[in-house]
């Protein structure tokens, strides 16, 4: 079973920066391609970036130039750094297995609010 805690999210103003953390439990983490996903309110969930296990990178047009998604396979951990924040990137985001149709439980998800 794996479990997934996302943290890091927060209120700033737009143009500021945040660092997102998901810690997963379980076996899978350092085999499967991972991904940061978000869900503003009234929309779908979406995905922001993607990180393959050996570190190929993928992101949605949206964040290109201003995300970075990385992973720790040592700890388990996978990082979104958010840079130049828009109050259009206001949104809950969550970690999970990349890409989206092979998901598992999703995590409460940590919530990001950028003012204008």
């Known amino acids: 079973q794996v479990r997934l805690v996302e943290s890091g999210g927060g209120l700033v103003q737009a143009g500021g920066s945040l660092r997102l953390s998901c810690a997963a439990s379980?076996?899978?983490?350092?085999?499967?391609?991972m991904g940061w996903y978000r869900q503003a309110p009234g929309k779908q969930r979406e995905a922001v970036a993607s990180?393959?296990?050996?570190?190929?990178?993928n992101y949605a047009d949206s964040v290109k130039g201003r995300f970075t998604i990385s992973r720790d396979n040592t700890k388990n951990t996978l990082y979104l750094q958010m840079n130049s924040l828009k109050p259009e990137d206001t949104a809950v985001y969550y970690c999970?297995?990349?890409?989206?149709?092979?998901?598992?439980?999703w995590g409460q998800g940590t919530q990001v609010t950028v003012s204008s």
């Open positions: 999970n297995i990349s890409p989206q149709s092979l998901s598992r439980s």
């Open positions: 990180i393959t296990p050996f570190g190929s990178t």
């Open positions: 379980g076996s899978i983490f350092g085999d499967a391609a």
